[in-house]
Nanobody
């Protein structure tokens, strides 16, 4: 299983970025997908998640600004980030959760850096 995150970069406050997470070797349709972010010296926090059926959840800090989506045909998840703020600066990681034998199996991709300048 491989998750490849991309799309990070440097953007000015108020700008937008779209992150992609391309999956392979995974029953993508049956997996829940999530975007997390990690600030230096802190634990990862959930930004947004989307179920196999397309139900999305968001952290309060990004509601109304970020949109998570998935393309099952392309086995790719997206995180559209709008109205970015300097406090959104972090390493963003994607994960996939697949249930096997009643137990969750979690896969992580590598991070992509998002830097928002003021």
């Amino acid at each position: 299983v491989q998750l490849q995150a991309s799309g990070g970069g440097l953007v000015q406050a108020g700008g937008s970025l779209t992150l992609s997470c391309a999956a392979s070797g995974l029953a993508f349709d049956h997996s829940a997908l999530g975007w997390y972010r990690q600030f230096p010296g802190k634990q990862r926090e959930l930004v947004a998640s989307i179920s196999g059926g397309g139900s999305a959840n968001y952290a309060d800090s990004v509601k109304g600004r970020f949109i998570i989506s998935r393309d099952n045909a392309e086995a790719t998840a997206y995180l559209q980030m709008n109205s970015l703020k300097p406090e959104d600066t972090a390493v963003y990681l994607c994960n996939a959760v697949f249930t096997s034998g009643g137990k969750p199996v979690i896969y992580w991709g590598q991070g992509t850096q998002v830097t928002v300048s003021s």
